[in-house]
């Protein structure tokens, strides 16, 4: 599939992540266990937009000397759109981890770790399963109308779902984790696993962890069909995706005591889904421009958010 990166763009990209990883890591370390406020939770998610706007400028700029105008705007509109959907779509990832945390009263101080853990398996798998559906969107273009029906479905059923809570006790790894490993009670400290009279115990944190790698492997089978209809440029899917995922953990910390306030933003994702979702399968006949796609998306999400504020969450009778 043809695309407007080279192999230094690509080469380049993937320093940039392993940098910033790494740097992720070296703060997480030096700052040690502590719970994350509000305030550096919002500098760490300003920071990671910072980043993903400096980069579609850069983008903008290298495009329009390189390449014209007409494509720049373009690649950079593909880009923002693609980050916006990413970045909307994760916030149903904050839902479970808010959860899974709850579940298994994971303290405040070690959900930093288990985030970042999380994060840099997500970004591995989502690179993995993005070449393989830009592989076969190359391949087999019909598939977009697979990923479109599979979009449509999907929202509509969030939507049936939305004020359905998971249950986790019926998860089939986690019940497959404590009938095969043992499981630890308690935490200890930040450990994942420990030796104890010669046997490998886990801890719950390292449950959570792997909970929330299959969590976002789940989700990624959504939002990455979801970003083949705003473009099929391989790094333009790359990039947008892996920027939206690196600020995940800071906007958990943002938005998880806020995570109840917006309760109808789930109805705005399923929107999103199947807006998304027809988009590509009228493409044959109709093709939505980017521009009018961003500007939806951002309407979308924006009344859905606002809704939530107005309107008071239905709370169930006790009896």
């Known amino acids: 599939m043809e695309g407007i990166a080279n192999g230094w763009m690509w080469a380049g990209f993937a320093l940039f992540v392993v940098v910033a990883i790494t ?10 266990s502590h719970a994350v406020g509000v305030r550096e939770a919002l500098g ?11 980069f579609n400028a850069g983008l903008w700029f290298w495009l329009d ?5 007409e494509l720049a705007n373009l690649k950079a509109t593909e880009f923002l759109t693609g980050y916006l959907i990413e970045k909307s ?4 990832n904050i839902f479970v981890f808010l959860m899974l945390f709850t579940a298994f009263a994971v303290p405040a101080e070690m959900q930093k770790r288990a985030l970042i853990i999380g994060v ?37 059923k969030m939507i ?40 490998r115990w886990f801890t719950p944190l390292f449950v959570v962890v792997i909970l929330i790698g299959i969590t976002d492997v789940i989700f990624a089978v959504d939002s990455i069909p979801a970003i083949f209809a705003i473009t099929t440029d391989p790094f333009i899917v790359m990039t947008s995706n892996i920027f939206a995922i690196l600020g995940l953990r800071a906007l958990y910390f943002l938005l998880a005591d806020l995570a109840g306030r917006f309760h109808l933003l789930k109805y705005g994702l399923a929107m999103v889904l199947i807006f998304i979702g027809t988009k590509m399968l009228i493409v044959e006949w109709f093709k939505i421009p980017v521009f009018l796609s961003l500007g939806v998306v951002g309407a979308i999400l924006a009344i859905s958010m606002a809704a939530s504020w107005l309107i008071p969450e239905k709370k169930e009778s006790a009896g």
């Open 65 to 69: 000397a390189t390449a014209g105008r």
């Open 44 to 54: 760490w998610s300003a920071l990671w937009v910072a980043l993903a706007l400096v």
């Open 23 to 32: 740097i992720d890591l070296i703060a997480l370390d030096k700052k040690g």
């Open 89 to 92: 779509l994760s916030v149903d």
């Open 120 to 156: 840099i398996g997500a970004v591995v798998l989502r690179a993995i399963m993005i070449l393989i559906g830009a592989w076969l969107v190359a391949q087999f273009h019909w598939i977009l109308y697979v990923f479109g029906a599979f979009l449509l479905i999907t929202g509509i």
């Open 160 to 199: 049936w779902a939305a004020d359905h809570e998971p249950d986790l006790e019926k998860n089939p790894i986690l019940k497959w984790m404590r009938g095969h490993l043992k499981i630890t009670r308690d935490f200890v400290g930040e450990k994942l696993w420990l030796m104890q009279d010669g046997a």
